[in-house]
């Protein structure tokens, strides 16, 4: 069954550094999303990104943020400078459509992100 | 803005059981809704989606029901396995949105043997 995948799962990372989380959409997927979820919090959407660019993005997606598919295979989440409350797990998803005619999201495993 | 509350942080049912699990949200536009399961470490797994000229849709083992009038969505699982043990999320999808989607807080499942 296809999946979404991400790497790497866990990332300790020093606060000021950037760190870039890495997913790989299924392969037919066109719309591709990130979301996060701080421990103990609920899921939250972070962006949306379709045809090369962003689609929407929540008030949480400042500056600090970016997204970038390379190729035409990875999907990142770039963080310029980390902080504290960015620690999280971030998740990445893809869906075949989008829009109005919206079907369901798949999810990958996540990533933990450790800010120290 | 949008909200979305869970009448019951926590269901404890019995294995064999059936298990209902409540969700109500507050933008009456919402016109997609999905329902995640998330076992613990891991990411939300689709579980049935329903759009808002439906009031009813049954999946394998699993009946989603949409009461626009009150706002209110419900998960029922049949014959509850110890494998359905997790938190359930409803994730509305907000009229003026098309891509984003709204997670509650969820409610925790436990499956007693």
């Known amino acids: 069954e296809p999946e979404v995948t991400q790497t790497p799962s866990h990332q300790v990372t020093q606060m000021g550094q950037e760190v870039i989380l890495r997913c790989v959409p299924i392969?037919?997927?066109?719309?591709f999303y990130w979301y996060r979820q701080i421990l103990g919090q609920k899921v939250e959407f972070l962006v949306s990104f379709y045809n090369n660019e962003i689609s929407e993005k929540s008030e949480i997606f400042d500056d600090q943020f970016s997204v970038e598919r390379p190729d035409g295979s990875n999907f990142t989440l770039k963080i310029r400078s980390t902080k504290l409350e960015d620690s999280a797990m971030y998740f990445c998803?893809?869906?075949?459509?989008?829009?109005?005619?919206?079907?369901?999201?798949?999810f990958g495993q996540g990533t933990r992100l450790t800010v120290v | 803005g949008e909200s979305v509350g869970l009448h019951l942080p926590t269901l404890s049912v019995q294995e064999g059981d059936n298990s209902i699990i409540n969700c109500a949200y507050s933008n009456s536009a919402s016109d997609y809704f999905i329902w995640y399961k998330q076992e613990s470490g891991k990411g939300p797994q689709f579980i049935i989606d329903i759009r808002s000229n439906m009031d009813k849709r049954q999946g394998q083992r699993v009946t989603v029901l949409l009461n626009k009038t009150v706002k209110h969505l419900s998960l029922q699982i049949a014959a509850t396995q110890p494998g359905d043990s997790a938190v359930y999320f409803c994730a509305p999808r907000p009229m003026d949105s098309s891509y984003k989607l709204i997670f509650g807080s969820g409610t925790r499942l436990l499956v007693r043997p």
């Open positions: 392969s037919n997927h066109l719309y």
């Open positions: 998803a893809s869906s075949a459509q989008g829009g109005r005619t919206n079907t369901e999201a798949f």
